[in-house]
């Protein structure tokens, strides 16, 4: 898939102020790597009730994290419209069960203070996010 350019500046400001931190994986299908990936797939991801959902990017090690750029915020985009607005509370609540934590981007979160969301994602992977309690 095309980087779109909130993509491309997340990515260029995590290179800028986390040189150190590691490169994270784009376009991750967690989902069908959850339930496994090759024949069948489409099934067992109906059977967990799931969908091929992709994070746009993501660190394992040490902590599960990934990072959604939501863009069209402003615009009506596909983000901010009913439908794509339920898709992606779908997406981000089933990640959550699945032992992500899933921080979401905005253009103008990465224009007004890019800095925060970077130290943000990198306390996160260097401290280990805490997993919720079972109840």
């Known amino acids: 898939m095309a980087q779109s350019n909130l993509e ?6 995590w290179r800028r102020l986390a040189p150190d931190a590691s490169a994270p994986v784009e376009e991750y ?6 339930v ?44 901010t419209r009913g439908k794509g607005f339920e898709g992606d509370i779908r997406k981000i609540n ?4 699945l032992g992500w934590v899933v ?7 990465l224009r007004y203070d890019p ?3 970077v130290e943000m994602i990198v306390e996160a992977l260097a401290s ?3 997993e919720p309690h079972e109840r």
């Open 94 to 97: 089933a990640a959550q069960r």
């Open 8 to 13: 491309r500046a997340f990515l260029m400001w």
């Open 128 to 130: 280990g996010v805490q």
């Open 103 to 109: 921080y979401r981007v905005t253009a103008g979160m």
């Open 36 to 79: 496994g990936l090759g024949p069948g797939i489409r099934k067992r991801l109906k059977a967990a009730g799931l969908q091929d959902w992709r994070f746009d990017f993501c660190w394992f090690v040490p902590n599960h994290v990934a990072v959604e750029c939501d863009g069209g915020i402003y615009t009506r985009g596909r983000h």
């Open 115 to 117: 800095a925060a969301i």
């Open 29 to 34: 299908r967690f989902a069908a790597a959850h």
